[in-house]
């Protein structure tokens, strides 16, 4: 039986991800965390001094979201992020820390399975074609930008070779910050309007020739518990820090 900690535990995806848990036969709910809940924990730290876990699961805020991993962590404590906010920096002393404690962290912009295949067919393209560029959508009120799940991707593509640029953006005549951010090597475009939950759009290009690949989130959070899930069984089998979960799919 895996004993897991949500925090996050009453958001939009820690809720139904901890009613998964508490559904599952392998699976058993120890704890959850929130701040507007009198029945949760205040705090990661607070929960797990209290109870014996297993797996920190995080859907909490970007603002929180580094305190909460290292508290796990320095407790040998296995975890699942599923909050964006994380830099590349940051996932490098996850990484050590997870390595130095022996315990497994997976980490994913977006545990659900057509978001973890857009990521391994975009890995897969950017072998072939040489130029690319990313689009990330999202809600008006999200106040990270990028989206995790534009950081992992552009990351990610960073480990096959650098996008080729027509126009070096440090030639760029005008405003250069109309050509986007550049993370880890790729111009990422993040668009912050309502009705938008997150999409994450790669626009390939060759001569004479496009390839647009996109994931739309619909407006529930049922795509991601089965991901989240995979991630949590995963998570105490492994040693340092996997990101995405694409890692973890045959």
Known sequence: MIRVCVAGVTGWTGRPVAAAVEAASDLELVAGVSRSDSAS????AEALAAVSVDVLVDFTHAAVVRGNVFAALERGVNVVVGSSGLSAADYEEIDALARKRHVGVIAAGNFSLTAALLLRSA???ARHLEAWEVIDYASAGKADAPSGTARELAERLDGVRPPALGVPIDEILGAREARGASVAGTQVHSVRLPSFV??????FAA????LTIRHDAGETPAPYVSGTLLAIRAA???????RGLDQLLG
């Open 41 to 44: 924990y205040r705090s990661v």
């Open 123 to 125: 890995v897969d393209a």
């Open 198 to 203: 997150v999409s994450t759009e790669i626009v």
């Open 207 to 210: 001569e004479g020739e496009r």
């Open 236 to 242: 105490p089998e492994r040693v340092g820090l996997i």
